[in-house]
């Protein structure tokens, strides 16, 4: 609960609609996208970097704990508060002041609390876009923080790659507003501090500015779903990468599992299989092309017809079958998969990564693991193979709630598995919040935790002093 | 100078290969890769990173200071000693022991001592490659503390995009070895460490070993130089970049003063231009495919002179005239630029970086500041022009020494002109060394430096403590 004082502070920052303090309103900024959450102390919506950096020092000076929140699309708990009620909320939402598009520099520069789906909005008349793809529609400064990646990162990376300048406000008594080199390709003229923030789930600062390259919108799309022969799907995405070359953008693995859950239970998904037989395992392969079609060109289709039907026709082809298109179909099976799972009740997700060589072997042990130790659960798994992404999701056979101690020991199974047995990582591309506490605490070396903090230190207060460029040790190093 | 203790101590850690201090033996790794340079106290050679380790905690304890070196390619005295003789170099030339490449993965690991042309000779046979385009052959590890950039950036973007790992040695009294993320394409499980030492310069620890992502080695490349309409090039840029999509892979601006020069001075370079007459401006571009050709294609040369017909034929077009390849010999006149210049004198280069739009209008206000207020100079610049980047390089117009209060004031009046003038940097994609460390105490925000130098303590001692996913501020971040 706020007391008297401190609302009346804030309010004269934010004005009375930049503050929420009636329980019923605060709710949906308490609870989480997908499960969990808490419950606001109040909830601080500012419109400027100005008024961040104003609510920032004023909770900083007064030790009023806060979590900013942007489009609070995450999934790891790392945008909402906790249950205790003593969490304020520092919302962006009202952060849309800016969203200018620079057509020389093939750049875009917004506010944090501009949606993807805007910045794409005003992007796509000039045949641009931002080309992170995700199933949600997030704002633009909590995909800095979380640097997503998603299921074109094979092709165009992640959100690292794209952003040019960052703003951030420092969680320090004066609110410091850091600019970090705006709009430069290239810029080696200082330590590369805008990294240290992207990615770095607003443990940092709270970002409210980011400039972006944006990439020339695809003119053509071809996908196909692909049935590798077993123990051939590595073989097949090197196939396929040298084959497809710069076009390939996708190379998306989907369970058997996943996708019946997916077509029983998402309405209007059409069966693209043969007889409705869904295989134990299928890849979505995309190729696209950002260049207009010439004369006397084949068309895409035709390029990944003549690629497949060449990696088909290998001896010990890794290829089973093949399906062509189109495109808007595999994709809609691909993206209804999350939500074809939840249907019947809370999916164990994992989203876990690894070394490509390393997805399918830790996920035939994983899965056996699951069977001999969990077997009330059904292995429903998904992922991005090309980039080591799994989403490793775990579904009740039997409704009902998962006991806490059950659940904790699956957790640490999968986890200790992945992490200890495969060289991997517990969160791929979610980042990291309330949800993963613990899995951080385990996992990661205490050597990173402890820089990390000290990091997380430097910027929580003002520094001072200067770096000395050339030789260190000790006695010159800053 | 190495006191007898001292001595003895490095030599019982790296055996005596593993110790240069005989002052002729050590010029080589005085001398900086173009101008100036310095005198080492001793050159130290560990062969693995247990002995950096020893080598930097030895170091460290009994403040010497040092500065490492790994290819010494670099233009900006960042890898060699002053001329004192007090400063140590820790060469990472004999790092050499890990070259493994991972076809499954797409990945390659090597030690920092690796040259650029080892790495690529072991991944030619696979067709892969690191796409990284350098004049020099330099060692990864410096590759990687230099964040290097190079000609075919638009495409494949700087050495950060390509890191997957990093090993690093920390300037403290342990020689802390740091082992940050080993190969995964995704993984958010904890704040981005190892981007904070890529493109830090060595300022932040010893690079000893990096993985790195490779790629699709291409099968096809095609050329041209284009000669833009004045005023037009980023119509130029823009209608290419259109056009050509994926296959862009460089967009490189030569002015004709930088061009006549090579011509001149660079033996066996043949004159592209119909009736050798010099243009005064031209543009190298290149396309290329990593997929095989499969039959009905057209080829890329022919996908080339579509594009250019086609933008050579619209009203107002940008496109005065161009010449399509061979492409050895178009990037053989682009790389003979520097060499061409230098072969007249000492050259006065400047490595600036602007956003794109920025490039030509600083380049036509600092080319009429030269010419009114250094008139001993021409300008003979080059640059990558679609990622900003421009070489402004100044040719005296007679040979001689340059006065060094005259020198001070041509590097004032262009570095504030770019910074201040036109939002660029002083440094696009040459790091920073003792060369440039004026421009970094003028130019660089005070908040930046601040906060550089106290990320440079971070490293510099072991900390301890956590860091807390959830709310901050005072009573909790940290």
């Known amino acids: 609960m706020l007391g008297s004082e401190d609302r009346a502070a804030l309010e004269s920052i934010l004005g009375a609609p930049g503050l929420i303090l009636d329980p019923p309103a605060m709710a949906g900024y308490g609870a989480a996208a997908r499960y969990g959450g808490g419950a606001p102390a109040g909830v601080l919506r500012p419109r400027t970097t100005e008024e961040v950096s ?70 796509e008349p000039h045949g641009l876009f931002l080309p992170i793809d995700l199933g949600a529609d997030p704002m633009l400064g909590g995909m800095a923080a979380t640097n997503t990646g998603g299921a074109r990162f094979l092709r165009y990376g992640d959100m690292r790659r794209h952003i040019l300048g960052l703003e951030v406000v420092l969680p320090d008594r004066e609110g410091t507003v850091l600019s970090l080199s705006d709009g430069l390709r290239k810029d080696s003229s200082s330590l590369p501090l805008r990294h240290v923030f992207i990615g770095s789930f607003g443990a940092l600062g709270v970002i409210t500015g980011v400039t972006l390259e944006v990439h020339r919108r695809p003119t053509a799309a071809s996908a196909a779903l692909l049935i590798p022969h077993e123990g051939a799907i590595l073989d097949l995405l090197a196939a396929v990468e040298t084959a497809a070359g710069e076009a390939l953008t996708a190379f998306e693995g989907m369970s058997g599992a996943a996708m019946s859950r997916a077509l029983a239970n998402v309405p209007g998904l059409g069966n693209p299989f043969p007889k409705g037989q869904i295989p134990a395992y299928a890849v979505l392969i995309e190729l696209t092309r950002s260049a207009p079609l010439r004369e006397r060109e084949p068309t895409l289709d035709d390029d990944l017809e003549a690629i497949l039907v060449d990696i088909a026709a290998r001896p010990a082809s890794p290829l089973a079958d093949a399906l062509i298109g189109p495109a808007d179909r595999l994709w809609a099976l691909r993206h209804a998969l999350s939500e074809g799972l939840r249907a019947e009740g809370p999916v164990i997700g994992f989203d876990l990564a690894f070394r490509r060589s390393a997805v399918f072997p830790f996920r035939a042990a994983a899965a056996a693991r699951v069977a001999a130790e969990f077997p009330e659960f059904e292995v429903c798994d998904f992922g991005h193979i090309a980039d080591g992404g799994l ?66 230190n430097v910027f929580a207060q003002a520094p001072v002093g200067a770096l000395r460029l050339g030789p260190r040790p000790g006695d010159s190093a800053c």
Request: charged letters at 20%.
């Open 391 to 456: 989403h490793f999701n775990l579904v009740p056979r039997e409704p009902g709630p998962v006991e806490p101690a059950r659940l904790a020991a699956l957790r640490d199974c999968v986890h200790s598995l992945a992490v200890e047995g495969f060289g991997g990582s517990f969160s791929g591309e979610h980042g990291l919040g309330r949800a993963n506490q613990d899995a951080y605490d385990r996992y990661v070396p205490p050597r990173v935790k402890s820089y990390s903090a000290a990091l997380a």
């Open 54 to 123: 104003k609510v920032v020092a004023y909770c900083i000076r007064r030790r009023l704990p806060y979590v900013p929140q942007s489009g609070n699309t995450g999934l790891v708990l790392g945008s909402t508060p906790d249950v205790t009620g003593d969490q304020l909320v520092i919302s962006l939402e009202r952060m849309t002041g800016v969203l200018a598009v620079d057509l020389e520099d093939r750049t875009a520069r917004v506010s944090a609390g501009v949606r993807l789906s805007a910045l794409n909005a005003a992007l």
